[in-house]
């Protein structure tokens, strides 16, 4: 009985823990391998053949079954590890970044009192002319600035994709994004003041009604008499890139905000390699101060794009190998 017990134990040290993993679907527990004392001599007459492998089924215990954690549902079937996981629970789930989105939008509040009663403030490098006397807008991204899609991120996650037209259309019509936290709040409050709103987005032409529709459906203000939701492809000249579309809004409203979540949300060039980026952000580093209300953004962007050369034609794992390429470590 005593070797039964210590065959037992020896199978969970050596690969019964393994099995186990692979059963509640975690990754296998493997022995590293270690450089040991040189074991005790056996006993005078004990056997020197290693002792054999024994199932716990052999001892009369019950086959093993994966067992949830109570109130959680394990999917069908583990994804394979994606580099966006990460970024979508932290933002879906975190303490922090709900108080980095309301700090955000307080200060937004803040910053807009004051250039409402600057009549020379003016946050779009767009602005030109005369504007002082202009009627005063606001300008905001759309996507992880008002509307939260990390539902449709962690859709992907789970089936082992990453983003595509097909999906993210089917998303986008089902009006269902959720407002970020304070984002709402602070678009009500720019409107009381007499503050149209600009929702210049990089959704496609054809989503713009079913943009309209879950913008209207969260109380989000559209003026009645003017379009306010300017997507790329409305107008020839205007495509994914937004200073042309900014500088539409600067010819009939002097511009107090910028709110957006990626460096493009502000300013022209941000498709570029990181180091050009980052000189471009501190070459207008008094506007982050003021006008300029960035949200973040963890898992996907221009600063993402950069990292892969602004290339769309990858795999997954050549996604991956071109960012481990980019990590800077301790030496």
């Known amino acids: 009985m005593a070797q039964r017990w210590s065959s037992l134990i020896l199978f ?13 679907g975690c990754r296998p527990f493997v022995v590293p391998e270690a450089r040991t004392a040189p074991p005790a ?5 004990a056997s020197s053949a290693p002792a054999p492998q024994i199932a716990p089924e052999a001892l009369g215990a019950p086959p093993s079954t994966a067992v949830a954690a109570p109130g959680v549902t394990p999917p069908a079937e583990v994804a394979p590890s994606d580099d966006r996981l990460g970024g979508v629970l932290w933002v879906q789930s975190s303490a922090e970044y709900r108080a980095l989105a309301l700090a955000s939008f307080v200060r937004a509040r803040a910053e807009l009192d004051l250039a409402l009663a600057d009549r020379t403030a003016t946050a779009a490098l767009e602005q030109q002319g005369e504007y002082a006397d202009l009627p005063p807008a606001i300008v905001a991204d759309v996507d992880e600035t008002l509307l939260d899609n990390s539902p449709y991120e962690a859709d992907r996650i789970r089936a082992g994709g990453r983003y595509e037209a097909v999906t993210w259309n089917a998303w986008v019509q089902r009006a269902r994004a959720a407002a ?50 300017l997507t790329p492809g ?17 010819r009939s409203f002097r511009i107090l905000l910028l709110v957006g979540d990626d460096l493009g949300d502000f300013v022209s060039g941000a498709r570029a390699q990181p ?5 471009l952000a501190e070459l207008h580093a008094s506007r982050w101060q003021k006008s300029w209300i960035l949200l973040p953004n963890p898992y996907y962007g221009s600063w993402e794009r950069a990292l892969v050369d602004n290339r769309r034609d990858l795999s997954g794992e050549e996604i991956l190998r071109l960012k481990l390429g980019r990590l800077r470590g301790s030496e």
């Open 234 to 250: 409305e107008r020839p000249d205007w495509t994914s890139e937004k200073s042309s579309r900014r500088a539409e809004v600067a």
């Open 12 to 24: 969970l040290a050596m690969g019964g823990l393994g099995a186990i993993g692979a059963m509640v």
């Open 275 to 279: 180091e050009e980026r980052v000189a």
């Open 180 to 229: 970020l936290p304070g984002a709402l709040e602070f678009a009500r409050y720019a409107a009381e003041r007499g503050v149209t709103v600009f929702y210049v987005t990089n959704r496609a032409a054809l989503l713009e009604e079913k943009t309209r529709e879950n913008l209207a459906a969260l109380g989000f203000p559209l003026a009645p008499d003017r379009d306010t939701v």
């Open 41 to 45: 001599p056996a006993p005078p007459g």
